[in-house]
């Protein structure tokens, strides 16, 4: 049997101890894959912040929209998000996306299919309409699979981004709305040209109380069915027999929690620090509260 | 079957009374509602009594992060720093295998290996580290005159806070404990989702909607039931919450009171 090994002295495990072992053991091709995990967590939340921020863009300038069905649909999506358990929409949207999807392509793809397509306990599509295809690659299930959790994470944090947003279009002055108004904008030229560029540092802190929720909501990707680091923690902390493994040990799922969790504070300390640096320099000259303090500081 | 023979074997199911085994087919919309109500038993176990503990672990870590003694200083600012900065399923893990290897040592703490009580452990901690930033906000906030008054009534030690310090701190911090207290419920349904095993089938309110979904494979009715299980939580921890409220604030000019408004953020 041929392995790939990082380190030479690795090609015989069984000889070695200490820092030698450790430093094997923790390169093996299953940890490679453990440390890549990261980098899936790291990728949700770079495609997922943007995504959630324009969902929750939309639905901020729909609930404050004129149509009446438009406003309630917006404010019914802020509402309906806030009032239930997070993980329930998790659970519930990725079989609902899922089915959804499929129902669409059912319909497009098959049209002369004539059973139903709720049987009983089952959800019966043609086979063209699977998504992915059974014929698939792994890969294309995977990629699917994360997809939709992305999908998933941008209508549940859009929500709450739609929340903050739509506080911080009213918390800006009215007096400016007023004023461009009474300059002849009509109520499109307002909106862009007045209220969006001015509510983003009212929205700041709202935000990014947002982004440290979302960095601590990344684990429950384990529950949409991805491979991330809690999925991975748990199947190399498990204890192994010398049978399966050239590395056994006991049972150290403890201790690659621990990891985790350290991961995710230094994560969190160094994003707050971020988070504050950025705060402090869109307050600069800003005619608030901090803004203020800012000024009599450097006086 | 009728839906008052389903109550009475499944009413209590979550508790390990009535019928053994989870219905297994033609699921009823009765059999849905009675099964995730009985999870809800669990989620109100678990956050009723984490709150009622955290509260008074919460007083002690504000005023501890606002001591002048340097180690209670620095304790309290890395237990909030630690429960608030890692997410609550990550802490559920490392919490559950951590007592599993402990039981491997000490027999007597294989309690804790059960979701009864080692979530419960976790959520207390949990939730006395974010009422604790909450309480220690409200702490630096309370008007200098209020203690300045205090003193010069002649009030000083443990009497000036438990009648002067202690009362404006829950006053100001209030709103904001009610928004912890509705989020703490709803992270109530993580606990059967990280490591804790549900014993024979007895989980909580999501655990069941979970089920419903799985075996249905028909997510849109356990799951608006369950929401809807919980928006009727929720209103009830706001009426409750606003009770005291309105007692802590019963001092002030009636315009002056402030209104509960509800703005959770839902993870932690």
């Known amino acids: 049997m041929t392995r790939s090994v990082i380190f030479g002295y690795c090609a015989n495990p069984e000889t070695l101890e200490g820092i030698a072992w450790l430093s094997c053991f923790l390169t093996t091709g299953k940890h490679m894959s453990f440390y890549v995990s990261f980098g899936t967590v790291l990728l949700l939340l770079a495609i997922t912040a943007p995504t959630a921020l324009l969902f929750g863009f939309g639905g901020a300038s729909a609930a404050r929209s004129r149509i009446a069905p438009l406003s309630w649909f917006g404010r019914g999506y802020i509402a309906v998000v806030r009032g239930v358990p997070d993980i329930a929409f998790f659970l519930f949207f990725v079989i609902a996306l899922d089915q959804g999807f499929e129902w669409l392509r059912h319909q497009a793809l098959c049209p002369d299919w004539d059973e139903p397509i709720r049987q009983g306990n089952d959800f019966v599509v043609c086979a063209a309409a699977k998504l992915p295809l059974s014929t698939a690659d792994q890969w294309v299930h995977e990629v699917y699979g994360f997809f939709l959790a992305v999908l998933t994470f941008a209508i549940v944090f859009g929500a709450f981004a739609a929340n903050v947003l739509f506080g911080a279009m009213r918390a800006v002055p009215h007096a400016q709305l007023e004023t461009a108004a009474a300059y002849g904008m009509t109520p499109r030229q307002t909106f862009w040209r007045v209220l969006v560029p001015q509510m983003w540092v009212y929205a700041l802190p709202g935000l990014s109380n947002l982004w440290m929720v979302l960095i601590k909501a990344t684990p429950l990707l384990f529950l949409l069915g991805v491979e991330d680091i809690v999925f991975w923690a748990r199947e190399l902390g498990g204890s192994k027999t010398a049978r399966f493994t050239d590395y056994p040990h006991g049972d150290w799922r403890m201790w690659y929690f621990l990891g985790l969790l350290v991961f995710y504070l230094a994560f969190t300390r160094v994003s707050e620090i971020v988070l504050d640096r950025l705060m402090k320099r869109l307050t600069r000259g800003q005619a608030t509260a901090g803004g203020e303090a800012q000024r009599k500081a450097a006086a | ?268």
Request: proline share 5%.
């Open chain 2, 1 to 268: 079957m009728s839906c008052w023979q389903t109550i009475a074997d499944y009413g209590l199911r979550s508790l390990g009374y009535g019928e053994r085994l989870l219905p297994r087919g033609d699921f009823t919309l009765c059999q849905q509602f009675t099964l995730i109500g009985s999870g809800m038993i669990w989620n109100i176990y678990f956050g009723v009594l984490a709150l009622l503990a955290g509260f008074f672990l919460a007083t002690a870590l504000a005023l501890g992060k606002a001591s002048r003694v340097w180690l209670l200083r620095k304790a309290s600012e890395w237990f909030i720093f630690v429960f608030r900065g890692s997410p609550l399923f990550i802490q559920f893990f490392f919490a559950y295998f951590l007592f599993v290897s402990l039981k491997s040592a000490v027999p007597a703490l294989a309690p804790f290996t059960a979701a009864w009580l080692g979530a419960l452990v976790v959520l207390f901690l949990n939730t006395a580290a974010y009422t604790g930033e909450i309480f220690y906000g409200a702490l630096l906030s309370i008007p200098k005159g209020d203690t300045e008054a205090a003193d010069a009534y002649g009030f000083s030690g443990w009497n000036k806070f438990r009648k002067i310090t202690w009362p404006t701190m829950l006053r100001l911090a209030w709103p904001a404990y009610t928004n912890e207290a509705i989020f703490l419920f709803h992270a109530t349904t993580l606990v059967f989702f990280s490591g804790f095993p549900a014993l024979r089938q007895r989980g909580d309110a999501l655990y069941y909607a979970n089920y419903f979904a799985d075996k249905t494979f028909n997510p849109f009715i356990p799951y608006p039931i369950l929401a809807g299980y919980f928006i009727l939580l929720t209103l009830a921890v706001i009426g409750v919450y606003g009770v005291v409220n309105a007692r802590l604030n019963r001092h002030l000019p009636r315009n002056d009171r402030p209104k509960l408004k509800i703005r959770p953020k839902l993870i932690r």
